[in-house]
């Protein structure tokens, strides 16, 4: 059983930063990726950043430039520092953890983010 915590939300102002943790059960070297994804109300839950077990990141195009996805790999632990926040920003960020085989996705609580204008 794979658990994960995520760390850091909060309420911040319009240019402003944030940096989200999110600690695993173990280690993170077993899976395939993890992930930051975001709902905000009324939508759907969306990719934000994802780096892979051999370090390859990719990011929304939202985020791109804005955004960095990193992970220490001897604590466990995936981060993401969000610089030049924006409203439109704001949302429930969760983590996400993919393993390929045997298959998994495990899912952390989230973590409410909010940018104020």
């Known amino acids: 059983q794979v658990q994960l915590a995520e760390s850091g939300g909060g309420l911040v102002q319009a240019g402003g930063s944030l940096r989200l943790s999110c600690a695993a059960s173990g280690n993170i070297l077993r899976f395939n990726a993890m992930g930051w994804y975001r709902q905000a109300p009324g939508k759907q839950r969306e990719l934000v950043a994802r780096?892979?077990?051999?370090?390859?990141?990719n990011y929304a195009d939202s985020v791109e430039g804005r955004f960095t996805i990193s992970r220490d790999n001897a604590k466990n632990t995936v981060y993401l520092q969000m610089n030049s926040l924006k409203p439109e920003d704001t949302a429930v960020y969760y983590c996400?953890?993919?393993?390929?085989?045997?298959?998994?996705?495990?899912w952390g609580q989230g973590t409410q983010v909010t940018v104020s204008s």
């Open positions: 780096i892979t077990s051999g370090g390859t990141t």
């Open positions: 996400n953890a993919v393993r390929l085989g045997p298959p998994l996705s495990a």
